[in-house]
């Protein structure tokens, strides 16, 4: 596959699929749900120049770093962290790129994932009650959530394949009621789009062809060292600031080994809810 790569036989799209796939990652279990990376960085210009290295993603750097301010947050929080029992390692980020919850974020518009938010939020109420999370942390424009990547080094989310093939996602065609944001009092119903893009297929279509420009074929491997390669683990990890908490990672726990069952469950909890880092490759 890699050699087919190299040699532009197969597409920046198909190759993240097969990496995904050998690393475990499946559309069947939202916890090991396929991860794609953030390309672009320009979503407010009106036309998108692809032909500018400027409007694309550092893709050398972890999400929670692409904005430079963040980096020093981050290595002092690795620096300054202390585990009193010695069991947890130091971490970069206390939340991960990719989990269940994220999926269900971006496709909340969709079902089952609207049915399966709606559980995850209200797990005992009946389902005609409807309840969504609040509206302000809805998926509701991709401008938005850029900058609150930008802004937040906290927010580590990286993108699902669906960004790049499924124009269904960034619409409310099933009418979902989901609530207003409270500073624009606006209702949340479509995703707002970039205001290069004229409609969901447009914007699918442009990043796409991001996807697959010149820029990306040429930088995609360093994204891809990051979450699949060398600089997943030890200490390329740690420089690269790249280091998430212990659970996420294969073979960090060994689940056989506990034998308080409560303790057990809870840490397949965690482990199921909070991400998992892929299989290195």
């Known amino acids: 596959v890699f050699q087919k790569w190299v040699n532009r036989e197969i597409s920046n799209f198909d190759y993240l699929i097969q ?35 400027a409007v ?26 202390e585990d009193p029992l010695g069991m947890i390692d130091k971490f970069h980020y206390g939340t991960h790129y990719s989990n269940a919850a994220g ?41 938005a959530t850029w900058q609150a990547l930008m802004d937040n080094p906290n927010d580590v989310k990286e993108l ?13 065609q099933n009418g979902f009621n989901l609530g207003q944001l409270q ?22 279509y442009k990043h796409r062809k991001a996807l ?6 040429a930088h995609l491997h360093e994204w891809i060292d990051l979450i699949f390669g060398y600089k997943q683990r030890g200490p390329a990890a740690v420089e690269a600031l790249n280091v998430f908490y212990y659970c996420t990672y294969e073979g960090a726990v060994d689940l056989d080994a506990l034998t308080d069952e409560k303790e057990r469950k809870a840490l397949e909890g965690m482990i199921n809810n909070f991400g998992q880092t892929p299989c290195q490759l």
């Open 56 to 81: 694309f993603r550092d893709l050398s750097k972890p999400i929670g770093v692409v904005n430079e301010k963040n980096a020093k947050t981050v290595r002092e929080k690795y620096e300054n962290f």
């Open 160 to 172: 699902i394949p669906e960004f790049f093939y499924f124009p269904e996602f960034l619409e409310n």
């Open 183 to 204: 500073m624009s009092k606006e209702m949340v119903n479509d995703v707002v789009l970039p205001k290069w893009a004229h409609s969901p297929e447009d914007f699918i």
């Open 103 to 143: 999926v269900m974020h971006y496709l909340i518009r969709v079902e089952p994932f609207t049915t399966l938010h709606i559980q995850l939020q209200k797990p005992n109420l009946s389902f005609l009650t409807h309840r969504f999370d609040c509206a302000d942390r809805q998926f509701h424009s991709i401008p």
């Open 19 to 53: 990496l995904n796939t050998m690393a475990g990652r499946t559309y069947n279990d939202l916890a090991q749900y396929p991860v794609f990376p953030w390309i672009l960085r320009d979503y407010t210009s009106e036309e998108l120049d692809l032909n500018n290295p």
């Open 212 to 217: 697959e420009s010149e820029y990306v074929s």
